[in-house]
């Protein structure tokens, strides 16, 4: 069965950096185009950061081009999200995501809070 597993998140002051991983299992990771989301409290999953199977193409929300960059390693099927500049509106519970015969799965999400 298809298993995300998110790593990474924690406290971190503004400004700094973090980075997420995503241990993808139960499925061929490295032909499927793969997401990262996060939620506020009381609001619905927002895209973060999508990339192809090749790692080649990529696409940012806007509120995260320039500081956030989403890559992937096939051969460990593991997806990843440096995080750089973090501000407090960063603060969510972040989530890897992936489709497969149109069905939506997601990882248990890591939690990114970014306080002084």
């Known amino acids: 069965q298809v298993q995300l597993v998110e790593s990474g998140g924690g406290l971190v002051q503004p400004g700094g950096s973090l980075r997420l991983s995503c241990a993808a299992s139960?499925?061929?990771?490295?032909?499927?185009?793969m997401r990262w989301y996060r939620q506020y409290p009381g609001k619905e999953r927002e895209l973060v950061a999508a990339i192809d199977t090749t790692g080649r193409n990529t696409y940012y929300a806007d509120s995260m081009k320039g500081r956030f960059t989403i890559s992937r390693d096939n051969a460990n099927s593991t997806l990843y999200l440096q995080m750089n500049s973090l501000k407090p509106e960063d603060t969510a519970v972040y989530y890897c995501?992936?489709?497969?015969?149109?069905?939506?799965?997601w990882g248990k999400g890591t939690l990114v809070t970014v306080s002084s």
């Open positions: 995501h992936v489709m497969r015969d149109g069905i939506n799965y």
């Open positions: 139960g499925f061929t990771f490295s032909i499927f185009f």
